[in-house]
């Protein structure tokens, strides 16, 4: 298993101080961020409100393509995640649930189609709908 070392540490603590405005990590974020930049499988095991979203957005901008997280279907905590990207300046995200209305949903799914995001937060019944999956390959 490889290990973090103090320069990769020190390189991963500007990038959350630059793009997220943090000054440093919390406990466990940076373990699981390491072995995911790595392509080694991780489980991220935080406790409530200890930066779990932090993890799995930095991993996202430090790797190519596009990054689509389920959320379980609190629409508050979907909207929170896409608002608190767009206020660090991150605007390629977009989210799709029964919140938006069909045009909105529409205009979601051309930019993940035509590669305009980066983030894409998608309610897990959208991924039972065969239109949207035929959509995302």
Known sequence: MKVENKEQVEALEKFV???FRKTGFRAGQVEIINRAIQGLSVIGLLPTGSGKSLTYQLTALLQPGMTIIIIDPIKSLMKDQFEGLLKNGIDGV????????QKQRKVALEKIK????????????????NTFRKALL
């Open 17 to 19: 101080q630059t793009i």
């Open 94 to 101: 977009v989210y799709i649930n029964s919140s938006l209305t």
């Open 114 to 129: 035509k590669a305009q995001t980066i983030f894409a937060f998608v309610s897990p019944e959208r991924l039972q709908d």
